[in-house]
C-alpha cells in the first residue's frame, strides 16, 4: 500500500527573483533621491520648459513664459541686495500699489513689480499706456505714474544700477491707420517713448537704453485677446551695471 506524501504546511514564499528586483528598486529610489538632493534648480528654467510644453500643446495659461530669452544665456551680472535697492524697490511697490487703487480698479491686466534673473523689472500694459497702434503716451494717469517712477530712480536707485526699457507687442498686426508698418517698429516707438519720458523728468540718459522684441517673447497665448493684452506690454529692467574691463579681459582670454 502506497504511502501519502504529507502536505507541507508552512506558507509560500515569494519567487526568488522578486525579492532582489525589489532590492534593486529601492537601492535605485535612494540613488535618484540622494542625486535630487546634492543638485540645484534653476526654477525659471523649469517654469520656462512647462511654458514651453504646454505651448506645443496648446494649452497655455497666462503668465508663463513660452520660449528661453536670449539674455538669459548670456552672462548677466545679478544686483546685489543693498538697503539703498531694497528701498527702491519698496518704493515702486508702493507706488504701483497706488496706481491700482486709483486708477485700474482691478480690471485687466495691471502694472506689476517682479523679479528677474538679472533684476527687477516694472511691467506696464501697453493697453493702460497706449491707444492700439500708437506709441504716444496721452493718459494722463500714465504720465503721472511715470513721472513718480522717475523721481523715485534720480532720488533712491543706486549709480551702478542700469535701467532698459523693452517693448513688446502680440502677434497680430498694427491696424491700418497706425503710423507703423510692423510690430518691430511698434514696439521699438513704445519702449522709446517710455525711456524719453523718464528722461524728460530727470532720469539720467547714460543709465538707460532701449530694446524691441516685437510679437516673439509672449507671456500668454495670443490666441485669446485676454492674453493678447497681456504680451502688449513695455518693461522698465533694472539690473547692475556689467564690468566692462573684466568683459574684455574674458573675451581676450577666450580669444588665446
Known amino acids: ?21 525589489g532590492d534593486l528598486m529601492s537601492l535605485l529610489l535612494c540613488f535618484f533621491v ?13 517654469k520656462e520648459a512647462i511654458g514651453s510644453l504646454a505651448g ?11 520660449e528661453v530669452s536670449r539674455n538669459r544665456i548670456q552672462k548677466a551680472t545679478p544686483i546685489e541686495k543693498t538697503d539703498e535697492t531694497a528701498q527702491t524697490v519698496n518704493r515702486l511697490s508702493k507706488a504701483i500699489a497706488e496706481f491700482k487703487q486709483f486708477t485700474q480698479g482691478g480690471k485687466g ?9 538679472e533684476g527687477f523689472y516694472i ?26 517712477i522717475a523721481i523715485i530712480i534720480k532720488e533712491y536707485l543706486p549709480k551702478n544700477i542700469d535701467i532698459q526699457v ?28 517710455v525711456l524719453k519720458i523718464l528722461i524728460k523728468d530727470g532720469v539720467n540718459p547714460k ?10 517673447h509672449p507671456i ?8 493678447r493684452a497681456k504680451n502688449r506690454r513695455v518693461e522698465i529692467w533694472f539690473f547692475a551695471k556689467k564690468d566692462k574691463e573684466k568683459i574684455k579681459q574674458s573675451v581676450l582670454d577666450k580669444v588665446k
Open 1 to 21: 500500500m502506497a504511502k501519502k506524501k504529507c502536505k507541507c504546511e508552512c506558507p509560500e514564499c515569494m519567487p526568488e527573483w522578486l525579492a532582489t528586483f
Open 34 to 46: 540622494l542625486l535630487l538632493s546634492m543638485s540645484t534648480m534653476d526654477a525659471k528654467k523649469v
Open 56 to 66: 506645443a500643446l496648446s494649452v497655455l495659461e497666462g503668465g508663463t513664459q513660452t
Open 109 to 117: 491686466p495691471q502694472i506689476t513689480l517682479e523679479e528677474g534673473e
Open 123 to 148: 511691467r506696464l500694459p501697453a493697453d493702460i499706456t497706449f491707444a492700439p497702434g500708437s506709441a504716444q503716451i496721452n493718459n494722463q494717469d500714465s504720465l503721472l505714474f511715470l513721472k513718480r
Open 166 to 193: 523693452r517693448g513688446y507687442t502680440d502677434n497680430q498686426p498694427p491696424p491700418k491707420n497706425s503710423p507703423y508698418r510692423d510690430n518691430w517698429e511698434l514696439s521699438a516707438a513704445r519702449a522709446l517713448a
Open 207 to 216: 543709465q538707460l537704453s532701449a530694446a524691441a522684441y516685437g510679437p516673439y
Open 220 to 227: 500668454a497665448s495670443n490666441n485669446t485677446p485676454e492674453g
